[in-house]
Every structure is written in structure tokens, then in C-alpha cells.
């Protein structure tokens, strides 16, 4: 521990200790042999699996994909339980590469990072904790992740609430017992949708308040066969291959086929197999579901009729069958009973978006014409993702150039990995990168390599900082959004992808959509040509 006056000189420091940040621990210290160290806010490694334990928090990533492959051992070695791995499983496995690779003596935590100003005299970044703590490194690398900021709802009222409340991403250890509890859950995302099933299957009732009707595939989750398990560890080239070379980083292709390729007899048989199958890869049916309208409709009809057979109540399969926005341009989350649990006789679908929360009271939620009498209040009201994390740390670049102020109109930046005016200052899996419409593990080894490999290029030739320059961040920007605009993902206005589920936050569309594989091959031809787009001097 350091006071302010005796401040730690490292050659980096890397906030978090998720996926993101252990690898980068690991990449920095083991394999270039730098000084570095990991200031983590949270009591344990894992990052957004650290605080979001909430019930029935599970991956949507399949579990062999949703690993570490920068180590063959590694992937010999762990044994995954699910197709669909549950938080403590995701947490087992994070805690195991900590111990196998030693990381924990250079991860420091329960210290909360408060700011990090360059400065350029020095080139020097000065990194200052809520504790007073100081360090001073030459390479800054943020691998805050991406969902890990938890927005709450300015709801008045709540402080006079006099139940219990929860928000999903920051749940208690010690959990919470629902049963005998009337529960209300705010919000029916992917993590509304995970935890209202096993919320219902406690509590004595559940009402459930939807503003935006989603989506939802079955994840038909089952523990893994012995036989897959083989598969898995003796194909790991193969699925390592196909997972950097697809759209999305996930283990599968997408289908080089058209909704219209096929007769409407074989396009219900190709969906209906997919939706037996289940998971993220009933997207992957049909090429054009995300860039052609008339092509979505046809799915999306298809999971609306699906919703139809599975919900008894007309009126309740109406209102969840109501969806504004085109299939899958929203994260489209995976499920498991989450439309057969509004079968159940004491679970009721409020729609608020009709009816909006006025407020809250001692008792519970009052709505434009009912009150709601609850024990204990769920928000699942997602994260102000992409950029939240990054922006409540106060960070200064070159003469004082404040992020908040860089990206007051929204994130600019160059391939998601520097922001011009911050010297030597590195994002993984930053906007502006695939990132979150990716699956997460090989996007974020991607970015730790390059860093690393960008880091160990510059010591070898003498390079003091590296930048991105002003222009390629603009051309850059341009090109997520050209990429955004490509596809149907733009009209769902009331993404997180845009920030819209965040009030004030600006409307942006923050990962790059033009898929994993072109991208690493944009950051490749720049790197090979000496940098382009960034000053090394």
C-alpha cells in the first residue's frame, strides 16, 4: 500500500480484474516482463460476474466458447458443467486462472480508482485511488468492461420506500430469499428475462413491469455430454478458427442463406429446428435477418407466434408479443421458461409503457391508475453501458483534457482502442469496437494482444507514446455508424447499444457492427503499415 506522498512507480496500470484485466496482467508481466498492477474496486476478481449474481444469472455465450484460448492447458484442463455456464461456475473458472497463472499478487483490490491524469512532461500517467493511494505508470490500460456500470432509475419516491430494493448488478452475496414475498421486477431485458423465472418460482406473487416487450430464445440448457466435452478439447484449433473468423465471435457460422432462399414450408422447418435447438445460433438460420426488413419480419413473426402457443393468456401473449423493434436489434436474450413462467397463477404482466410508473411509495409501485402493494422492488434495468465505467473515473489527458469533455457528444475514439489527447492510454473492447455484439472472451483477447503486442514494438524501437490521431478517430466514427446503418440495429431506439436506456446520455451507436472478423482485419492492415492512424513519437 502507498500513501499519497510515496507514490508506486509501475510500468502499468490496468483498472479491472475481469476477463479483460487478468489476461492483460498476465500478457504485460509474463510475457514482456513489465511492472504492472490491477487496482480492482471489487472484493474478488471476475468483473461484471462479480456483482451480477442475481438469480439465474447465466452466460449466453456456450461455455466452451465463453473461455480463454491464449492457453492450451487451460482448455485441457478446465471441464465446464453446462452448455450454459450459471454465474458461480463463471466465477470458479475466473478464480482458477487467477491461482494457475499467480495473477493475484499483482491484482490489488477493493480499491476504487478516482482518477488519471497525464501528464506530459514526464509522459507519465498519475493514477490517484479513493483511498489517497498514488501511482505512476507509463501505459494506462482501462479494462472496465462494458456492462458493469449499474443504471438505476430516477423513480421518485424511492428513498420512501419501505421494502426491501435491489438492482440486479449489484446483488448481495448472501443473495436474497424471496419466498412468502410479494417481488416486483422492473424491466424484461436479457437480465429481467434470466431472473423473473426463478424470482416466480420463490416468491408468493410476482408482478412484472414491462415497458419494452423483447424477444427471447430458448436456451434449452443442459449439462454438457462426456462425448461433447471430448469434442470440445480435441477440436480447439477448430473452434478457435471459426470463432475469429465469423461476424460475432460465437462457435458457429451464420448460415450463407436468404429468408427467401427457400419455400415457406422449408424456412418454418429451418426455424422450428433452430428454435428446438435454441441459443444465440437461431440467429445464425439466415443471413440477411439483421439487414433486410421484410426478411426480420418473417422471423420475427415466427417467435411472436411462438410466444402465442407458449402463453395461455391471450391478453398477456398480446402484451409480450407487442415488440417495437426489429428481431435481434436489441441483444436478443437467450431463456430458460421465461414466457411459460406468466402461466403461473400468481405472476401478472403490468405494462407500463401504457400505464407508466408515477412513483413509488412506502408500499410498493403506484402507476398511473393502480398501486402496487410490494415486499421487495427488482430492477433490472440493465447498465449505462460502453462508456459508464470509463466516464465516473476522472480522466485527463494531455494539458487537461477532461474524457467526459472528449466525448460530451459521444464516444470518439480510434478501432476502440485509443482516444485522441490520451497519450499511451489503451481500451479493451472499448466502444467503437465489436465488442458487446460479440461473444466477449475472443474480442477482449483480441484487444490484449494487440496492446501487448503494440507496447512490446514500441520498447523495441524506442517509441515513447503512441496516440490516435484526430482525424482517424473522426473517419472512425464515421465508420461505425456507416457499419450501424448497415443493419437493423439503429431502429430499435430504445437500445443500450445507443444509450437510450440511460436519460441524458447522448443517442450514439456505440459498437462496431460490421463484424469480428472484418474488424480484426481493419486493425491488422493498419498495424502491419506502421500504425496508421496513430502518432508514435
Known amino acids: 500500500m502507498s500513501t499519497s506522498s510515496t507514490p508506486v512507480n509501475l ?78 461456475e463463471i466465477m470458479r473458472y475466473l478464480n482458477h486462472v487467477a491461482d494457475r497463472f499467480d495473477l493475484r499478487r499483482d491484482i490489488q483490490l477493493d480499491t476504487r480508482v478516482k482518477s488519471a491524469h497525464y501528464e506530459a512532461q514526464h509522459n507519465r500517467w498519475h493514477v490517484t485511488t479513493e483511498a489517497g493511494e498514488v501511482f505512476h505508470c507509463t501505459y494506462l490500460i482501462t479494462a472496465v468492461g462494458c456492462l458493469s456500470s449499474a443504471n438505476v432509475p430516477k423513480i421518485d419516491g424511492l428513498n420512501d420506500y419501505a421494502g426491501d430494493w435491489y438492482h440486479t448488478g449489484q446483488w448481495p452475496h448472501e443473495g436474497v430469499d424471496f419466498s412468502g414475498k410479494r417481488v416486483g421486477v422492473v424491466g424484461t431485458g436479457s437480465t429481467g428475462i434470466q431472473a423473473i423465472p426463478v424470482i416466480a418460482a420463490q416468491s408468493k ?73 435454441g441459443g444465440l445460433e437461431f440467429r445464425a438460420a439466415f443471413r440477411d435477418t439483421l439487414i433486410d426488413e421484410k426478411a426480420n419480419k418473417i422471423v420475427a413473426d415466427f417467435i411472436r407466434e411462438k410466444i402465442s402457443e407458449i402463453v395461455k393468456n391471450p391478453a398477456t401473449a398480446k402484451l409480450l408479443g407487442d415488440i417495437d423493434h426489429p428481431f435481434a436489434a436489441k441483444r436478443p436474450p437467450v431463456d430458460s421458461q421465461y414466457f411459460e413462467t406468466y402461466n403461473l397463477d400468481h405472476v401478472d404482466l403490468v405494462n407500463i409503457r401504457e400505464t407508466p410508473i408515477e412513483k413509488i411509495t412506502a408500499t410498493g409501485i403506484k402507476t398511473k391508475n393502480h398501486d402496487y402493494p410490494l415486499d421487495i422492488i427488482v430492477f433490472a434495468t440493465g447498465f449505462d453501458a460502453m462508456t459508464g465505467s470509463l466516464l465516473k473515473i476522472d480522466i485527463q489527458g494531455r494539458n487537461g483534457l477532461a474524457l467526459k469533455e472528449a466525448w460530451y457528444a459521444g ?22 469496437s465489436p465488442s458487446v455484439l460479440c461473444n466477449m472472451p475472443p474480442a477482449i483477447e483480441h484487444h490484449v494482444d494487440w496492446i501487448t503486442h503494440c507496447i512490446k514494438d514500441m520498447r523495441e524501437k524506442g517509441i515513447q507514446r503512441i496516440e490516435a490521431q484526430e482525424k482517424a478517430a473522426d473517419d472512425w466514427v464515421l465508420e461505425v455508424n456507416h457499419a450501424a446503418n448497415s443493419t437493423l440495429l439503429p431502429s430499435a431506439t430504445h437500445s443500450w447499444y445507443l444509450g437510450a436506456n440511460v436519460p441524458g446520455k447522448p443517442r450514439v451507436f456505440m459498437p462496431y457492427a460490421g463484424g469480428f472478423a472484418k474488424y480484426q482485419k481493419i486493425v491488422s492492415d493498419a498495424t502491419s503499415n506502421g500504425y496508421v492512424g496513430f502518432t508514435l513519437s
Not at 466452451?64 to 471441464?79: G, M, T
Not at 406473487?205 to 449439462?223: D, E, G, M, W
Not at 464516444?411 to 467503437?432: A, D, I, K, S
Request: a neutral charge; glycine letters at 8%; aromatic letters at 14%.
Open 11 to 88: 510500468d502499468a496500470v490496468i483498472i479491472g480484474a475481469g476477463f479483460s484485466g487478468m489476461y492483460q496482467l498476465l500478457s504485460l508481466r509474463d510475457k514482456l516482463g513489465l511492472s504492472a498492477r490491477v487496482l480492482e474496486a471489487a472484493g474478488g476478481v471476475g468483473g461484471t460476474w462479480y456483482w451480477n449474481r442475481y438469480p439465474g444469472a447465466r452466460c449466453d455465450s456456450e461455455s466452451h466458447s465463453y473461455s480463454y484460448y491464449f492457453s492450451k492447458e487451460l482448455l485441457q484442463e478446465w471441464n465446464w458443467t453446462e452448455r450454459y455456464p450459471q454465474q458461480p
Open 205 to 277: 406473487h410476482l408482478t412484472v413491469f414491462q415497458r419494452t416487450a423483447n424477444y427471447s430464445i430458448p436456451a434449452r440448457n443442459a449439462p454438457l455430454t462426456d462425448e461433447f466435452k471430448q469434442y470440445a478439447k480435441s477440436h480447439t484449433d477448430d473452434i478457435r478458427h471459426i470463432m475469429n473468423s465469423n461476424t460475432n465471435a460465437h462457435p458457429f457460422y451464420i448460415t450463407d442463406r436468404s429468408v427467401f432462399d427457400v419455400s415457406n414450408e422449408e424456412r418454418k422447418q429451418i426455424m422450428e429446428t433452430a428454435w428446438k435447438k
Open 411 to 432: 464516444p470518439r475514439n480510434y478501432l476502440g482502442l485509443q482516444v485522441p489527447g490520451f497519450p499511451n492510454m489503451f481500451t479493451v473492447t472499448g466502444p467503437g
